[in-house]
């Protein structure tokens, strides 16, 4: 027999985004919903024509009546976007490789990057908000290497001004080729989509590639994520130890109470011990309360810090796979907890060894890539060479 329950089945929760390119030629708008996992809907997809004078040649030269004009635009289409994902031209973006002492905190790796990368610009040159990732390759002992992007700050902070003022929260500013190069490469998230939405937003490729990060969040941001992820975990943090005292306050208080009650009345009546005692067990249970509620922010922060570490480590690994050296294919890859598995197929055992070196160089592993199997099998072309199988088994630092 089947049992129907009759409680209410919690529906998943729904989110809409839009990506707005700002092109050197025109404007264009993607509104994309789906649930947090994948992206089911487009709700928008157009060329914008915008009243003249509020871009020019892909900078936007009158933010605030831009945003306005959108937020107008966004209310008479009936949608209700809640991320604006934003693009700048990249022809005003710069790419820079820049060596530091390695051991740095974050905090002096982000100040002594903008300075350096400030300091390589012509003096005329604006000031710049820039954006980095570790360089994988090999770098000198006692340094480390970082790609690093810069863009003028005056124009991501007009983007940011445009999303303001159109109601929006702007979660991501990046080049516009960036976000045309990630619709060419996610086909998995595009084949949720109904056929004939999906070739809709495909017109639009840059403005669909940045709808498409809020599915996929890699990439270049020029807005100060880093800082705001920090100041998210401190506020957390603040805020349990203020709930913890205050549930120690209640303890304290609540004792206060009892010792008064037992001090004043040496032979105390049976109602007052009860509310003497009744007090106490609230103010203990108070403070319970408060330090559960301690713990569980405690555990948040830890459990995002493994997730930034482990995210960080995926995208070392994943760099060095996808710029390994040819005569290599990569058939799998494997992670449970911290134990690490990759197997492929080599032309030769030196292309497999090759690329245990460049992994090896990763600080990442609690134990470095090794090759326990390596070995010939009979060539599946008509070419006659010889393929080799191979697997490379590492431990990471942090695992899942």
């Known amino acids: 027999m089947r049992w129907t329950s009759w409680l209410p089945r919690s529906r998943p929760r729904r989110f809409s985004v839009l990506g707005l390119d700002v092109g050197p030629d025109a404007c264009s708008l993607v509104v994309l919903s789906g649930s947090p996992s994948q992206p089911d809907g487009v709700c928008c997809a157009e060329r914008l024509e915008l009243p003249d004078g509020l871009v020019t040649d892909g900078e936007v030269l009158q933010s605030v009546v831009l945003g306005q004009w959108l937020r107008a635009y966004l209310e008479a289409g009936d949608y209700q976007p809640e991320l604006a994902y934003l693009s700048l031209d990249s022809?005003?973006?710069s790419n820079?490789?820049?060596?530091?002492?390695?051991?740095?905190?974050?905090?002096d790796v982000a100040f002594q990057l903008q300075a350096d990368v400030q300091s390589v610009l012509p003096d005329h040159a604006p000031e710049m908000c820039?954006?980095?990732s570790l360089d994988t390759e090999a770098s000198p002992a006692g340094e480390q290497r970082y790609l690093v992007q810069a863009a003028p700050r005056l124009r991501v902070e007009a983007l940011q001004r445009v999303a303001h003022h159109a109601g929006l929260k702007a979660a991501v500013v990046e080049p516009r080729h960036d976000a045309a190069q990630r619709t060419e490469q996610s086909h998995a998230l595009v084949g949720h989509l109904p056929q004939a939405s999906a070739a809709l937003a495909l017109q639009c490729d840059e403005a669909f590639g940045l709808a498409l990060r809020a599915w996929h969040d890699e990439g270049t941001n020029f807005l100060p994520h880093r800082e705001n992820t920090q100041h998210v975990l401190r506020r957390a943090w603040l805020l349990g130890v203020a709930v913890c005292a205050m549930g120690g306050a209640f303890l304290a208080a609540g004792f206060a109470i009892v010792m008064t009650s037992a001090a004043?009345?040496?032979?105390?009546?049976?109602?007052?011990?009860?509310?003497?005692a009744r007090a106490f067990e609230d103010a203990q249970k108070a403070h319970m309360q408060a330090k559960a509620q301690q713990d569980r922010y405690a555990e948040q922060v830890r459990w995002l810090k493994a997730r930034q570490e482990l995210q960080s480590q995926s995208l070392q690994w994943s760099r060095v796979l996808s710029h390994a050296a040819h005569g290599v294919w990569v058939a799998s890859v494997k992670q449970q907890g911290t134990r690490w598995t990759v197997q492929g197929e080599a032309l030769s055992s030196?292309?497999?060894?090759?690329?245990?070196?460049q992994l090896k160089v990763l600080d990442i592993w609690a134990r470095a890539p090794e090759l326990p199997q390596l070995q010939v099998i009979p060539a599946l072309s008509t070419t006659g060479l010889p393929v080799w199988q191979f697997r490379i088994e590492a431990d990471l630092k942090v695992g899942v």
Request: proline share 5%; hydrophobic share 35%; aromatic share 2%.
């Open 264 to 276: 004043d009345n040496k032979q105390p009546s049976m109602t007052d011990v009860r509310v003497s």
């Open 130 to 132: 820039i954006d980095y």
């Open 350 to 357: 030196k292309h497999a060894q090759q690329l245990v070196q």
């Open 91 to 93: 022809a005003c973006v």
């Open 96 to 107: 820079h490789l820049v060596s530091l002492t390695a051991g740095l905190s974050p905090d």
